[in-house]
């Protein structure tokens, strides 16, 4: 499996090396900041995964919904996100969607943080939608969550 992506001014490039455990879409008011766009869509993954290929990343910290400590790491040319890492952790991490050369082929499973989103979004039917957050265990498929547990 071989997923590959890249920065807004091309000169970083990756590589997922595993589909991504599992896809979420959040609402909340901090990731639309961040993002400067009405929610964010991430791919958790593995950090042993997610390869760089080209490009150097630099580290940025945040602030977080949880409180938790939130690290972003940007290109360093031109600062697009990459991937986050939560809980002061780098095990595994959640890629930044929109930066998959094939972003279509992995639209989230579930929205989170719908209280938050902006009105003129549309969750289809058959997508779970969470005013807030919701429970990784009891949402996604098993063998998703099994590769996650790993790291708690």
């Known amino acids: 499996m071989e997923i590959k992506g890249q920065c ?3 000169h970083l490039h990756y590589q997922l090396t595993k589909e991504p ?3 979420h879409a959040c609402h909340c ?3 639309k900041q961040q993002t400067g766009s009405a929610f964010i869509a991430h791919a958790f ?3 042993t995964h997610f390869k760089l290929i080209s490009g150097s990343l630099r580290s940025v910290f945040g602030a977080s919904g949880s409180g938790n400590p939130h690290e972003v790491d940007r290109c360093i040319d031109c600062g697009t996100a990459i991937i986050s890492y939560y809980q002061g952790q780098r095990d595994w991490g959640v890629v930044k969607v929109g930066t998959l050369d094939c ?3 992995f639209p ?3 929205h989170l943080h719908v209280k938050q989103k902006v ?3 549309n969750i289809p039917d058959d997508v779970l939608a969470f005013d807030e957050g919701y429970d990784l265990q009891a949402v996604w498929p098993k063998e998703s969550y099994a590769r996650l547990e790993k790291f708690f």
């Open 8 to 10: 807004s001014c091309g």
């Open 21 to 23: 455990m599992f896809i």
């Open 29 to 31: 008011s901090l990731c």
């Open 45 to 47: 993954i593995e950090s």
């Open 103 to 105: 972003p279509n082929k």
């Open 108 to 110: 989230p499973g579930v």
């Open 119 to 121: 009105s003129w979004i």
